[in-house]
């Protein structure tokens, strides 16, 4: 079982950034592959970036290359998604995700969810 946390949303201006953490407990989370997704009001679900078990393979939707960058500690049991550059477009709960079976862009294929943290990027 792993358990999962997120932290480090708030409310920043454009331009602006911001660092999310995701804190796992559980010392099988260093062998699984873990997603960021977001979700704003209204919307579906949407990936953000994957990064593999061992750190060396990463993947990031098209609306946040070069401006976001996933990276983990397994040491830590961490995975951070630092954001740079933000948009109001970027304004979502951002959700951390481990343990895929499937794409690794389609949530539904994640076994275990954190909480999620707000983001809040103000023109």
């Known amino acids: 079982q792993v358990q999962l946390v997120e932290s480090g949303g708030g409310l920043v201006q454009t331009g602006g950034s911001l660092r999310l953490s995701c804190a796992a407990s559980g010392r099988a989370f260093s062998r699984y592959a873990v997603g960021w997704f977001r979700q704003a009001p209204g919307k579906e679900r949407e990936f953000v970036a994957t990064i593999s078990w061992t750190g060396g393979t990463t993947y990031y939707a098209d609306s946040v290359q070069g401006r976001f960058t996933i990276s983990r500690d397994n040491a830590k049991n961490t995975v951070n998604l630092q954001m740079n550059s933000l948009k109001p477009e970027d304004t979502a709960v951002y959700y951390c995700?481990?343990?895929?079976?499937?794409?690794?862009?389609?949530?539904?294929?994640?076994?275990?969810w954190g909480q999620g943290t707000q983001v809040t990027v103000s023109s």
């Open positions: 995700a481990a343990d895929v079976s499937g794409k690794y862009y389609e949530s539904l294929g994640y076994k275990y």
